[in-house]
């Protein structure tokens, strides 16, 4: 078997330049043996791949009501290392809208009763055999099948689906789906961005390559002094203004915008012209004037799209995301939750863990689940024959474990 020996002569030359210090880092990229993949056919054209059920029965019991806990929080860490602080960290009180304020948590497991056990027994199968018998052209044929076209299709054809639909055309071909700045060609007004890296399960080191989309209302794609539709322009200063909130930066840098398609002095310099950096407003531009900023939260109607999916890689060895997708998540706010009625959000979810209270949530069928703080969540996993389906309720639990508890 040679499918691990590619992907580990990447993995390891990262793995090494986080342990060297600047003094004895090593620039060099180990090359990928290419005699692994030599005799491999790659498919010269995506094929899509089949449809499935798209809701399976849920389940009339719940098997691990303590599902917002995930894998990571049973880490061996030997009191050496400290996985936790990823997700848990607490800041000087009210010193922003997120008061979970659990800190503490990196120094103790404060599971409850319930969650001293791990339930995530499927970590611990081993499938050794299994791996075995799939060869190498088995793995680039199935990461190499399109599972997120046919979902698509299938949720439009779907009569009662009452559900958001993430479409973006051709999204499983990755880049190809966006210009140069992040827009998606078919103009649905979905925006690919950068993030800050967060340690997490997306990264490539860790068996997955993922990418992030944002859109924003139509009225914040909108002018409102010209009579397009679409205003790329005010597009833009609207998710420059709302970067700049959420980072809590007093300006940002932008691409290029023309102040006179949007109407606005974003710099501040008394003038319209062509700018590339903007001052922090207290309100968004275009058809979205009417709309206060609010520090490091989001606008009602903002919609996040994230894929997860498998290490892609291409003939000449280079690792890139592949067309099949292991998840598909999407998530909403549709309601505004001010800092003083989230502190009190807070505050109640901190008492029902005092009470030993285990976490409840709405699961709005093919809505999402509500996560209780204004944002609704919907998931669609990789079921076992490959298709995309819809995640069931105690699925959604494993997304709530970031998204809100």
């Known amino acids: 078997m040679n499918k691990l020996i590619l992907i580990l002569s990447f993995t390891t030359a990262v793995f090494v330049a986080c342990q060297s210090s600047h003094d004895d880092h090593d620039?060099?990229?180990?090359?990928?043996?290419?005699?692994?993949?030599?005799?491999?056919?790659?498919?010269?054209?995506?094929?899509?791949?089949?449809?499935?059920?798209?809701?399976?029965?849920e389940s009339l019991s719940?098997?691990?009501?303590?599902?917002?806990?995930?894998?990571?929080?049973?880490?061996?860490?030997?009191?050496?290392?400290?996985?936790?602080?990823t997700c848990?960290?607490?800041?000087?009180?009210?010193?922003?809208?997120?008061?979970?304020?659990?800190?503490?948590?990196?120094?103790?497991?404060?599971?409850?009763?319930?969650g001293v056990v791990n339930h995530w027994l499927n970590l611990f199968e081993d499938r050794t055999d299994a791996m075995a018998n799939i060869t190498d052209q088995d793995v680039i044929d199935y990461i190499y099948t399109d599972n997120y076209t046919p979902l698509i299709k299938q949720l439009h054809e779907t009569p009662d689906w009452q559900g958001p639909i993430p479409a973006i055309e051709n999204l499983h071909l990755g880049k190809q789906a966006f210009d140069e700045q992040g827009f998606?060609?078919?103009?649905?007004?979905?925006v690919a961005f950068n993030y800050k890296p967060m340690p997490s399960t997306f990264w490539p080191t860790n068996g997955s390559t993922d990418d992030v989309m944002v859109r924003l209302p139509e009225n914040f794609r909108a002018s409102d002094c010209d009579s397009e539709a679409f205003s790329r322009d005010t597009y833009l200063a609207n998710l420059s203004?709302?970067?700049?909130?959420?980072?809590?930066?007093?300006?940002?840098?932008?691409p290029p915008i023309d102040e006179n398609k949007v109407c606005t002095d974003l710099n501040g310099d008394g003038q319209l012209t062509t700018v590339e950096n903007i001052n922090q407003l207290s309100r968004f531009v275009g058809q979205a004037s009417g709309i206060e900023t609010a520090d490091m939260l989001y606008p009602v109607g903002t919609q996040f799209l994230h894929t997860v999916r498998y290490i892609g890689i291409t003939a000449e060895g280079e690792i890139t995301v592949s067309p099949r997708m292991k998840e598909v998540r999407y998530m909403k706010k549709f309601q505004f939750f001010n800092i003083s009625h989230l502190a009190s959000m807070y505050g109640n979810e901190h008492q029902e863990k005092i009470d030993g209270l285990l976490p409840k949530y709405i699961h709005r069928g093919d809505q999402g689940t509500d996560n209780s703080?204004?944002?609704?969540?919907?998931?669609?996993i990789e079921a076992e024959d490959g298709h995309l389906r819809r995640q069931t309720q105690e699925e959604h639990l494993f997304c709530m474990g970031c998204h809100t508890t």
């Open 27 to 57: 620039d060099s990229i180990n090359t990928p043996d290419l005699s692994v993949i030599s005799d491999l056919v790659f498919p010269q054209d995506i094929v899509e791949g089949p449809k499935g059920q798209l809701r399976i029965t």
């Open 62 to 85: 719940t098997y691990n009501p303590e599902g917002v806990i995930p894998p990571q929080c049973y880490t061996k860490h030997d009191a050496a290392f400290n996985p936790c602080m």
């Open 88 to 114: 848990h960290q607490s800041y000087p009180y009210k010193s922003r809208p997120n008061q979970m304020g659990d800190g503490g948590l990196q120094r103790e497991y404060a599971f409850s009763d319930l």
């Open 184 to 190: 998606a060609l078919d103009g649905s007004g979905w």
């Open 241 to 254: 203004i709302l970067e700049a909130s959420i980072k809590r930066l007093e300006s940002i840098s932008t």
């Open 373 to 380: 703080f204004g944002w609704m969540v919907q998931g669609f």
